[in-house]
């Protein structure tokens, strides 16, 4: 579950974020629409944890992201508009960085288990670059 109380984002004097409260259940699938400048962007930034709040919290479970932002970041996936890769890399020593810096243990299995999901079959040896 994910709930945001009173949130408030400011970037300077620009208040991007103004007073937002919503909840997010476990298996919900959740469209956040608005128009360009609304604040989408910045929300998810702060959920995440990439940005402190100005005002208000975030729960993600039992954590918050005023107290507990690393443990918050160990178990929240965050696919941008644009996909903050390094495009010289192949697919496997991508993946093998990521997952070094994430400090995910049993890399093996959870590779295979990327493959699988993420039809990655014929692409693991290929530099991102040259993919579709
Ligand atoms: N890093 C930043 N510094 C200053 N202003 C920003 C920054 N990022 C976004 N903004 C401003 O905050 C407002 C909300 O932007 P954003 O969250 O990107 O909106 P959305 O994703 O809904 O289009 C906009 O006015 C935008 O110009
Ligand atoms: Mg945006």
Redesign the pocket.
């Known amino acids: 579950m994910i709930q945001l109380k009173n949130l408030v984002k400011d970037?300077?004097t620009?208040r991007?974020v103004d007073h937002i409260d919503f909840e997010i259940n476990e298996g919900e699938i959740l469209g956040f629409l608005?128009?360009?400048?609304?604040?989408?962007?910045?929300?998810l930034k702060v959920i995440t944890c990439f940005l402190s709040p100005t005002e208000g919290n975030i729960f993600v479970e039992d954590k918050n992201v005023l107290e507990d932002s690393l443990e918050i970041r160990k178990i929240i996936g965050y696919l941008p508009e644009n996909n903050p890769l390094y495009f010289e890399m192949t697919v496997f020593d991508y993946l093998k960085f990521i997952a070094e810096i994430r400090q995910i243990t049993n890399f093996k299995s959870r590779l295979r288990e990327v493959i699988e999901k993420c039809g990655l079959h014929g692409v693991v040896e290929k530099p991102i670059n040259t993919l579709s």
């Not at 608005?34 to 929300?43: D, E, I």
């Open positions: 970037y300077g620009l991007a608005g128009p360009n400048g609304a604040g989408k962007t910045t929300t």
